[in-house]
């Protein structure tokens, strides 16, 4: 699973594991002489911002939610919920609420808050239905989740620098990753292989790059190996033929190097190879002309 997959999780875990705080909380507001000095404490220093929502109008709110927002309590109640809600996800938000209402559920999820001065606060947000001064209302919670959804962009930006590299290379590319299993490959690898990335990811090396020795018709040694026992940079032998999925054979050329992490770590080895089959057939036809120029 990827990382910014596990951090999304695990903030899905937290906002779900509060449903019992909700319950606590639900009996604190529908019965208000039950606000002792600890429940407010909970409310006043919890860092996930608290509300309830009656008739699409704030009834209740924290002072993180304050911090959040950038409104002031007194601004905050009685205002239109939607309006701290970026335009754009304001239907979401909307269904959502709707559809909590109907099951009776919590429900987890994701939208763009506005800030009291236009700023665009990420949010990962959970709310439930509950009975407040007799009627039905939401109480819901969020947090700032930006810092995550800019990680989230950066990586995705420099996932599609890479992409559009790797494009622009002439060479056919494969990476993998420790165990010898491929997690990307460029268009030019796709096509001297006759595999497509989607096939091939996650396949062991050699399944998708059989290389074999052009005489002794072995097979060459895997080169992610060859990569881990040298640390460094390994040339493919002489003579090495690759087939490719449709037994078509190319004679290649070219190298492996090993992928390290920030500490130094081997992660992975990247290959980068190219045919030099037509390369070499030229070669051998100036080798003829030079011998029967030397009988001549």
């Not at 909307?94 to 800030?115: C, D, H, I, W």
């Amino acid at each position: 699973m990827k990382d910014e997959d596990k951090t999304r999780e695990q903030l899905i875990d937290e906002l779900v594991d509060m449903r019992a705080r909700i319950a606590e909380l639900e009996k604190l507001v529908t019965e208000p002489n039950l606000m002792d000095e600890f429940s407010v404490a909970l409310l006043s220093t919890s860092l996930i911002g608290i509300y309830i929502v009656q008739d699409g109008k704030f009834q209740l709110v924290n002072p993180q939610l304050e911090r959040l927002t950038g409104y002031s309590k007194d601004e905050l109640l009685g205002m239109d919920s939607i309006r701290i809600v970026h335009p754009e996800d304001r239907d979401k938000v909307k269904t959502t609420s709707m559809n909590v209402f109907k099951r009776q559920g919590l429900s987890p999820y994701e939208f763009r808050a506005l800030t009291r001065n236009g700023e665009t606060v990420w949010t990962m947000h959970a709310i439930a239905s509950i009975e407040y001064r007799a009627r039905k209302a939401v109480l819901g919670n969020f947090m700032d989740i930006s810092q995550r959804k800019e990680a989230e962009l950066a990586v995705a930006e420099e996932k599609e620098r890479l992409a559009v590299t790797l494009r622009s290379i002439g060479d056919g590319v494969i990476c993998t990753d420790r165990a010898g299993n491929i997690v990307l490959m460029n268009g030019v690898a796709e096509d001297l292989t006759g595999w497509e990335e989607h096939d091939a990811y996650g396949r062991p090396l050699n399944e998708v790059f059989n290389i074999i020795n052009e005489k002794t018709r072995e097979r060459c040694d895997n080169p992610v190996e060859k990569v881990f026992e040298s640390g460094g940079v390994v040339g493919l032998a002489n003579h090495t033929v690759l087939v490719s999925k449709d037994g078509t054979e190319k004679i290649l050329a070219d190298s492996g190097a090993p992928i390290r992490d920030r500490d130094g770590k081997i992660v992975g080895v990247v290959l980068v190879f190219r045919d030099v089959t037509e390369k070499r057939r030229i070669e051998e036809e100036l080798q003829k002309v030079a011998k029967l120029e030397s009988l001549g």
